[in-house]
């Protein structure tokens, strides 16, 4: 089988998530930091014939880039990937060296608010929380808005900044770690779930992101 641009572009991302990844069979990939704190699922348009760990994404990924269009054949132990007169033997991975998501379906509790944010607006926010050293993210609702903020929990007084994103009745304070924000650029429709889960849903791929504890949210106010 040959992998697409799309296929290559969700592994890329991905080794940004966990540097290994379990390949099963069909045409979902799915991954998970070893803190468990974001889950990636995205549905390729590959079909892989078999299952496969990869325990070196990124070395693996190299390797593929040696080619211009290379076969890659699911054997029972490795890889074969080739090209014309080149062949490249990739062992698998053990199972028990990989952290790997859940097989069971997740389904959030509630979904307490639910908005779009697009790319442009969570680039900005995120790029935002880099050039003043933050490491948190909110989405706030206050005043019947609702808004997408880089933050500092730690420090009531520090500088912000942030995007209107929707409108809420609700008033809620939910804060997520950028590092938990390794995200494909796409424009995602956001539900967050007050029992410490959201879920970032864009084209193809689908996220479900830890909240911090330090989040609130109130019904109504």
Do not use: W
Not at 65 to 75: K, R, T, V
Request: proline share 4%; aromatic share 10%; with cysteine.
């Amino acid at each position: 089988m040959k992998f697409s641009n799309e296929t290559l572009n969700v592994l890329k991302s991905f080794t940004a998530i966990n540097k290994s990844i379990l390949l099963n069979a069909g045409n979902t990939i799915k991954t998970i930091t070893p803190e468990k704190t974001l889950i990636a699922i995205a549905e390729v348009p590959d079909t892989m014939p078999s299952q496969a760990c990869v325990y070196d994404l990124s070395r693996f990924l190299s390797i593929l880039s040696l080619y211009n269009d290379p076969d890659i054949d699911f054997g029972d132990k490795y890889f074969i990937i080739s090209e014309g007169k080149r062949r490249t033997r990739y062992v698998y991975a053990d199972i028990s060296m990989i952290h790997t998501p859940p097989e069971k379906e997740i389904t959030l509790p509630s979904a307490d608010v639910t908005v779009n944010v697009s790319e442009g607006d969570l680039s900005s926010v995120l790029k935002a929380a880099g050039v003043l050293q933050f490491s948190e993210v909110a989405f706030v609702g206050e005043g019947g808005k609702c808004y997408l903020k880089a933050i500092d929990s730690a420090n009531d007084n520090a500088d912000d900044f942030g995007v209107e994103i929707g409108e809420t009745a609700d008033k809620f304070n939910v804060i997520i770690k950028t590092d938990n924000l390794k995200l494909l650029p796409l424009d995602y429709q956001v539900t967050i779930c007050s029992k410490g889960i959201s879920e970032f849903k864009g084209k193809g791929v689908t996220y479900y992101v830890a909240i911090d504890s330090k989040s609130t949210y109130n019904k109504g106010e």
